[in-house]
């Protein structure tokens, strides 16, 4: 990934979009973040961000949420997500949502990966949810 901020991905509930994304993260959490946005973006997801909950939940520090055109979008999305993130010795603690064409999760740890189709994630409006007021 290169050192600027990839425009296409907007980072919510931090001070700044703009710059580097390393600026943004915690050390730890820094090649977790870069292997699932890099991997995300071979595929071109529609809308995706990266939500900062470091400091609401203590469940994840970032939540990944992205939507794609269609099921087979979807799949392939979260398939490179798990492979690119198995080639660094990173396993997901979980997976749902296989074989749906709604909703897939992929629990990496620190960062929990949400892809949806748009219709869903309009729904389920995550970003306001997760959003600090």
């Keep these: 990934m290169s050192k600027k901020?990839?425009?296409l991905f907007k980072l919510l509930n931090s001070d700044s979009t703009s710059g580097s994304l390393k600026a943004h993260l915690p050390h730890k959490d820094q090649a977790l973040v870069e292997v699932v946005v890099a991997a995300a973006a071979e595929h071109?997801?529609?809308n995706p961000v990266l939500l900062d909950l470091s400091h609401l939940s203590s469940v994840a520090?970032?939540?990944f949420i992205a939507s794609a055109k269609n099921s087979r979008q979807l799949a392939?999305?979260?398939d490179k997500i798990v492979r690119r993130a198995t080639e660094h010795n990173i396993h997901p603690l979980g997976r749902e949502g296989q074989g749906s064409d709604h909703w897939l999760l992929i629990?990496?740890?620190e960062i929990v990966i949400h892809l949806f189709n748009p219709e869903t994630r309009t729904f389920y409006d995550l970003e306001g949810l997760w959003?600090?007021?």
């Design 5 to 7: 901020f990839n425009p």
């Design 44 to 46: 071109q997801p529609i």
């Design 61 to 63: 520090n970032w939540f």
């Design 76 to 78: 392939t999305i979260a």
């Design 107 to 109: 629990d990496l740890g």
């Design 131 to 133: 959003r600090i007021p």
